[in-house]
């Protein structure tokens, strides 16, 4: 900062001049220090990577189709390396797919009874895919049952920003080629580092009428 000779006061010397532009330069950086401290300033470094949340339709399929790869991916580890090992696989898929992190997940699997038939924490959710918790008895594990395929059939794909639900059918194939359908509905949002994770799983075997 430097003062001209237009800037100068009436009655000042140049010697006073020369004077206080030192005096100002050192005040000005120690006031600019004080308000970053205080957070009036924020350095350009300090700003936040902003993440877009919207979804497109090919994040939507590729993640259905990612979670049928991991169901035959997890039987396999189970034909494999047996239950130790299909619980280790899941547990990754779990953490990867689901939203258990960020709080409840409304998961309500196909083969499960009251008063056990909603998954909504990562326990019920781990012991309907591979089994062996005794809090819950009942499951034996879905992954567990050697499926070789796993299809996606979806009726509609709703996208409304940064949430997507999808409605249809999944088919699974089991090691005698015989098919099974269920009806499924996810519902999927964006993570901060922008991987969809499934809030929403409601599955359940078709009605099939009297």
Not at 167 to 182: E, I, W
Request: aromatic share 8%.
């Amino acid at each position: 900062m430097h003062f001209g000779s237009r800037l100068d006061p009436p009655g000042r010397s140049g010697i006073q001049l020369l004077q206080l532009e030192t005096q100002m330069k050192k005040i000005i950086p120690s006031a600019i220090a004080s308000l970053l401290i205080a957070g009036a300033i924020l350095p350009v470094a300090a700003k936040e990577k902003v993440v877009d949340r919207s979804i497109t339709e090919a994040e939507v399929l590729g993640a259905q189709q990612a979670w049928c790869k991991a169901l035959v991916d997890i039987s396999a580890a189970n034909s494999s390396g047996g239950q130790p090992a299909a619980r280790a696989l899941a547990e990754k898929v779990i953490d990867s797919a689901y939203a258990y992190q960020l709080g409840a997940v409304l998961f309500k699997p196909t083969l499960t009874t009251s008063p056990q038939t909603f998954r909504t924490a990562r326990d019920g959710a781990l012991a309907y895919f591979v089994g062996g918790n005794p809090a819950f008895p009942n499951d034996t594990g879905f992954a567990l049952k050697g499926w070789t395929k796993c299809e996606i059939a979806n009726s509609a794909v709703l996208i409304h920003g940064d949430v997507a639900s999808t409605l249809g059918n999944v088919l699974f194939t089991d090691p005698d080629g015989k098919v099974t359908t269920v009806d499924k509905t996810w519902t999927f949002v964006k993570d901060g580092a922008g991987k969809l994770r499934i809030v929403v799983h409601h599955s359940s075997l078709p009605y099939a009428g009297r």
